[in-house]
């Protein structure tokens, strides 16, 4: 169960957003955190975000020139390749075990301050999903946002 506290403590707000993906990639979901921020109210605090999965990442990233993000996802898959012969874990598939050490290299959490009721991204930065598998799916954040 989910709960939105956007009750008598202006600026504080706990929200469960969920992003579907078509599969590897950074998707952007900038648009989606700063609605959050701006229902919960505040003009300054911290927006922390949390992604609820092992296999996808959370990033902030170049949002002006998409090769840009099309040479980070290639650098880490050259990094990480899929059928590594060292992988035991490869029930769910080719892409899975890569999928988690992407996601621990990367981040699963981010903290952006919030200026103005505003997120305090700089102009060419964005919020991003990284999908780290093939087949994508419905990947679920947890945006908390505090005074």
Same mark, same amino acid.
């Given at each position: ?12 707000? *706990?929200?469960?957003?969920? /992003? $579907? ?7 952007? /979901?900038?648009?989606?955190? %700063?609605? *959050? ?5 505040? $003009?300054?605090? #911290?927006?922390?975000?949390? /992604? %609820?999965?092992?296999?996808?990442? #959370?990033?902030? %990233?170049? =949002?002006?020139?998409?090769?840009? $993000?099309?040479?980070?996802? $290639?650098?880490?898959?050259? #990094? *990480? ?30 903290? /952006? ?5 505003? #997120?305090?991204?700089?102009?060419? %930065?964005?919020?991003? *999903? ?9 990947? =679920? ?5 505090? =005074?």
């Amino acid at each position: 169960m989910w709960y939105l506290f956007d009750g008598p403590i202006e600026g504080y707000m *706990v929200k469960r957003i969920s /992003i $579907r993906t078509s599969g590897l990639g950074l998707h952007e /979901i900038t648009g989606d955190v %700063q609605s *959050v921020v701006r229902e919960a109210g505040g $003009r300054e605090g #911290l927006c922390t975000i949390l /992604i %609820q999965h092992t296999s996808a990442s #959370l990033t902030v %990233q170049e =949002n002006a020139d998409p090769s840009a $993000r099309r040479d980070l996802e $290639r650098w880490l898959d050259r #990094l *990480v390749p899929e059928d590594d012969p060292d992988f035991t874990h490869t029930l769910e598939g080719a892409d899975d075990m890569p999928a988690h050490i992407k996601a621990a290299l990367t981040a699963t959490t981010l903290s /952006i301050p919030v200026a103005d009721g505003r #997120l305090a991204l700089g102009t060419w %930065q964005g919020i991003y *999903v990284w999908e780290h598998r093939r087949r994508g799916g419905t990947r =679920n954040c947890v945006i908390h946002v505090g =005074n």
